[in-house]
Protein backbone atom coordinates (compact mmCIF):
# COMPACT_ATOMS: atom_id res chain seq x y z
CA UNK A 1 0.00 0.00 0.00
CA UNK A 2 1.10 3.51 -1.05
CA UNK A 3 2.24 5.94 2.46
CA UNK A 4 2.35 9.82 2.35
CA UNK A 5 4.54 11.07 4.63
CA UNK A 6 4.85 14.70 6.23
CA UNK A 7 7.55 15.20 8.31
CA UNK A 8 7.09 18.49 9.38
CA UNK A 9 4.32 19.09 12.37
CA UNK A 10 4.52 22.82 12.26
CA UNK A 11 6.51 25.13 10.64
CA UNK A 12 6.36 28.87 11.00
CA UNK A 13 7.77 31.96 8.62
CA UNK A 14 7.45 35.72 8.42
CA UNK A 15 4.68 37.31 6.62
CA UNK A 16 6.15 37.93 2.86
CA UNK A 17 8.74 35.20 3.16
CA UNK A 18 9.15 32.06 0.66
CA UNK A 19 8.82 28.77 2.93
CA UNK A 20 8.99 25.42 1.71
CA UNK A 21 6.80 21.97 3.01
CA UNK A 22 8.04 18.98 2.31
CA UNK A 23 6.26 15.17 1.19
CA UNK A 24 7.27 11.94 0.44
CA UNK A 25 5.33 9.48 -0.88
CA UNK A 26 5.77 5.61 -1.43
CA UNK A 27 4.29 3.56 -4.21
CA UNK A 28 5.48 0.85 -6.33
CA UNK A 29 3.28 2.33 -9.35
CA UNK A 30 4.54 4.02 -11.99
CA UNK A 31 1.52 6.39 -12.93
CA UNK A 32 -0.51 8.72 -9.80
CA UNK A 33 -1.03 12.39 -9.11
CA UNK A 34 -0.15 14.05 -6.23
CA UNK A 35 -2.17 16.58 -4.48
CA UNK A 36 -1.68 19.41 -1.69
CA UNK A 37 -4.85 20.57 0.34
CA UNK A 38 -5.08 23.37 2.85
CA UNK A 39 -7.24 23.16 5.67
CA UNK A 40 -7.87 26.59 6.93
CA UNK A 41 -8.32 27.45 10.37
CA UNK A 42 -12.05 26.42 11.00
CA UNK A 43 -12.42 26.37 7.75
CA UNK A 44 -12.82 23.66 4.93
CA UNK A 45 -10.48 22.12 2.91
CA UNK A 46 -9.49 22.65 -0.76
CA UNK A 47 -7.51 21.92 -3.35
CA UNK A 48 -4.30 23.84 -3.89
CA UNK A 49 -2.45 22.35 -6.31
CA UNK A 50 -2.18 18.90 -8.07
CA UNK A 51 0.88 17.33 -10.10
CA UNK A 52 0.78 14.25 -12.69
CA UNK A 53 2.89 11.84 -12.31
CA UNK A 54 3.60 11.43 -16.10
CA UNK A 55 4.47 15.12 -16.37
CA UNK A 56 8.37 16.26 -15.76
CA UNK A 57 7.19 19.95 -15.41
CA UNK A 58 6.33 21.24 -11.77
CA UNK A 59 2.75 22.46 -11.11
CA UNK A 60 2.51 26.31 -10.47
CA UNK A 61 -0.92 28.09 -9.10
CA UNK A 62 -0.14 31.87 -8.89
CA UNK A 63 2.21 32.13 -5.52
CA UNK A 64 1.80 28.03 -5.10
CA UNK A 65 4.42 25.98 -6.74
CA UNK A 66 5.89 22.38 -6.46
CA UNK A 67 9.00 20.58 -6.70
CA UNK A 68 8.41 17.13 -7.92
CA UNK A 69 10.98 14.60 -7.97
CA UNK A 70 9.92 11.10 -9.10
CA UNK A 71 12.86 9.20 -8.91
CA UNK A 72 13.44 10.18 -4.95
CA UNK A 73 9.29 10.30 -4.18
CA UNK A 74 9.07 13.75 -3.14
CA UNK A 75 6.66 16.41 -3.64
CA UNK A 76 7.50 19.58 -1.78
CA UNK A 77 5.23 23.12 -2.14
CA UNK A 78 6.88 25.98 -1.94
CA UNK A 79 4.62 29.10 -0.45
CA UNK A 80 5.98 32.46 -2.43
CA UNK A 81 5.21 35.91 -0.78
CA UNK A 82 3.46 34.04 1.90
CA UNK A 83 0.58 35.76 3.40
CA UNK A 84 -1.65 36.14 6.79
CA UNK A 85 -4.28 33.38 4.73
CA UNK A 86 -1.76 30.96 3.92
CA UNK A 87 -1.92 29.78 7.49
CA UNK A 88 -3.58 26.54 7.63
CA UNK A 89 -2.93 23.19 7.81
CA UNK A 90 -1.73 21.75 4.59
CA UNK A 91 -1.85 18.33 3.67
CA UNK A 92 -0.03 15.91 0.70
CA UNK A 93 -2.28 13.23 -0.79
CA UNK A 94 -1.66 10.69 -3.55
CA UNK A 95 -4.06 9.02 -5.76
CA UNK A 96 -3.47 6.12 -8.53
CA UNK A 97 -4.04 6.72 -11.94
CA UNK A 98 -6.18 4.21 -11.88
CA UNK A 99 -8.28 2.42 -10.03
CA UNK A 100 -10.67 3.14 -7.15
CA UNK A 101 -10.90 6.72 -5.59
CA UNK A 102 -9.09 6.33 -2.64
CA UNK A 103 -6.99 9.30 -1.82
CA UNK A 104 -3.94 8.64 0.61
CA UNK A 105 -3.36 11.50 3.06
CA UNK A 106 -0.18 12.71 5.06
CA UNK A 107 0.03 13.62 8.52
CA UNK A 108 -0.24 17.36 7.52
CA UNK A 109 2.34 20.24 8.63
CA UNK A 110 0.62 22.98 10.73
CA UNK A 111 2.05 26.79 8.91
CA UNK A 112 1.39 29.71 10.71
CA UNK A 113 2.59 33.01 9.18
CA UNK A 114 3.99 35.70 11.70
CA UNK A 115 3.16 39.11 10.90
CA UNK B 1 -19.66 26.67 -6.56
CA UNK B 2 -19.51 23.29 -5.40
CA UNK B 3 -21.02 22.89 -1.87
CA UNK B 4 -20.49 20.17 0.43
CA UNK B 5 -22.90 20.46 3.34
CA UNK B 6 -22.50 18.71 6.70
CA UNK B 7 -25.94 19.00 9.33
CA UNK B 8 -23.59 19.51 12.65
CA UNK B 9 -20.88 21.42 13.09
CA UNK B 10 -20.43 20.38 16.72
CA UNK B 11 -22.38 17.14 18.21
CA UNK B 12 -22.12 15.92 21.77
CA UNK B 13 -23.05 12.30 22.29
CA UNK B 14 -23.12 9.52 25.18
CA UNK B 15 -20.92 6.61 25.01
CA UNK B 16 -23.54 3.64 23.23
CA UNK B 17 -25.85 5.74 21.67
CA UNK B 18 -26.80 5.78 17.38
CA UNK B 19 -25.45 8.37 15.87
CA UNK B 20 -26.21 9.76 12.28
CA UNK B 21 -24.16 12.17 10.78
CA UNK B 22 -25.14 13.84 7.21
CA UNK B 23 -23.57 15.15 4.12
CA UNK B 24 -24.92 16.47 1.24
CA UNK B 25 -23.85 17.60 -1.89
CA UNK B 26 -25.28 20.09 -4.70
CA UNK B 27 -22.96 19.38 -7.70
CA UNK B 28 -24.38 15.79 -8.76
CA UNK B 29 -21.02 13.64 -8.25
CA UNK B 30 -20.68 10.68 -8.22
CA UNK B 31 -18.30 9.53 -5.04
CA UNK B 32 -19.05 10.63 -1.69
CA UNK B 33 -16.29 9.64 0.88
CA UNK B 34 -16.38 9.90 4.69
CA UNK B 35 -13.18 10.87 6.66
CA UNK B 36 -11.73 11.40 10.14
CA UNK B 37 -9.46 13.60 11.09
CA UNK B 38 -7.52 12.81 13.99
CA UNK B 39 -3.99 15.06 15.17
CA UNK B 40 -1.09 13.63 14.19
CA UNK B 41 -2.46 10.69 12.01
CA UNK B 42 -4.40 12.97 9.19
CA UNK B 43 -7.21 11.92 7.06
CA UNK B 44 -8.21 8.15 7.15
CA UNK B 45 -10.75 7.36 4.63
CA UNK B 46 -13.66 5.42 6.72
CA UNK B 47 -15.92 4.40 3.59
CA UNK B 48 -16.59 5.54 0.33
CA UNK B 49 -19.32 5.39 -2.11
CA UNK B 50 -18.91 5.45 -6.19
CA UNK B 51 -23.31 5.43 -6.51
CA UNK B 52 -26.51 5.45 -4.85
CA UNK B 53 -26.54 2.03 -2.16
CA UNK B 54 -23.10 1.20 -3.25
CA UNK B 55 -20.24 1.10 -0.94
CA UNK B 56 -16.84 0.34 -0.33
CA UNK B 57 -14.80 0.20 2.82
CA UNK B 58 -11.97 2.33 3.08
CA UNK B 59 -8.80 2.60 5.63
CA UNK B 60 -10.92 2.28 9.06
CA UNK B 61 -14.21 0.95 8.89
CA UNK B 62 -14.40 -0.44 12.05
CA UNK B 63 -17.52 1.01 14.17
CA UNK B 64 -18.79 2.47 11.01
CA UNK B 65 -21.75 2.00 8.79
CA UNK B 66 -22.67 4.38 5.68
CA UNK B 67 -25.95 4.84 3.75
CA UNK B 68 -26.46 6.46 0.24
CA UNK B 69 -29.96 6.33 -0.73
CA UNK B 70 -30.24 9.00 -2.92
CA UNK B 71 -27.26 10.83 -5.37
CA UNK B 72 -26.70 13.94 -3.05
CA UNK B 73 -26.71 12.37 0.16
CA UNK B 74 -24.31 10.48 2.33
CA UNK B 75 -24.93 9.46 5.77
CA UNK B 76 -22.32 7.96 8.19
CA UNK B 77 -23.85 5.96 10.94
CA UNK B 78 -22.04 4.97 14.40
CA UNK B 79 -24.22 2.26 15.54
CA UNK B 80 -23.00 2.44 19.24
CA UNK B 81 -20.57 4.91 19.70
CA UNK B 82 -17.49 5.08 21.93
CA UNK B 83 -14.80 7.37 23.34
CA UNK B 84 -12.91 6.34 20.40
CA UNK B 85 -14.63 8.03 18.19
CA UNK B 86 -14.43 11.53 19.27
CA UNK B 87 -12.69 12.84 16.61
CA UNK B 88 -13.08 15.26 13.24
CA UNK B 89 -15.63 13.71 10.52
CA UNK B 90 -15.16 15.51 7.00
CA UNK B 91 -17.61 14.05 4.11
CA UNK B 92 -16.21 14.95 0.66
CA UNK B 93 -17.21 14.64 -2.96
CA UNK B 94 -15.84 14.09 -6.37
CA UNK B 95 -17.06 13.39 -9.72
CA UNK B 96 -16.42 9.97 -10.69
CA UNK B 97 -12.77 9.75 -12.80
CA UNK B 98 -13.33 8.95 -16.07
CA UNK B 99 -9.68 10.44 -16.77
CA UNK B 100 -7.36 12.08 -14.61
CA UNK B 101 -8.12 12.76 -11.05
CA UNK B 102 -10.94 15.44 -10.30
CA UNK B 103 -10.48 16.79 -7.38
CA UNK B 104 -12.37 16.25 -3.89
CA UNK B 105 -14.67 18.92 -2.37
CA UNK B 106 -15.16 18.74 1.12
CA UNK B 107 -17.38 20.05 3.89
CA UNK B 108 -16.81 21.75 7.01
CA UNK B 109 -16.69 18.86 9.23
CA UNK B 110 -18.40 17.61 12.45
CA UNK B 111 -16.31 17.88 15.28
CA UNK B 112 -18.09 14.63 17.54
CA UNK B 113 -17.34 14.13 20.94
CA UNK B 114 -18.28 10.99 22.82
CA UNK B 115 -18.34 11.31 26.50
Known amino acids: AQTVTQSQPEMSVQEAETVTLSCTYD???????LFWYKQPPSRQMILVIRQEAYKQQNATENRFSVNFQKAAKSFSLKISDSQLGDTAMYFC????????????FGTGTRLTIIP | DVKVTQSSRYLVKRTGEKVFLECVQD?????MFWYRQDPGLGLRLIYF???????EKGDIPEGYSVSREKKERFSLILESASTNQTSMYLCASSLLRTSGSPPQYFGPGTRLLVL
Open chain 1, 27 to 33: TSESNYY
Open chain 2, 27 to 31: MDHEN
Open chain 1, 93 to 104: AFIFAFGNEKLT
Open chain 2, 49 to 55: SYDVKMK
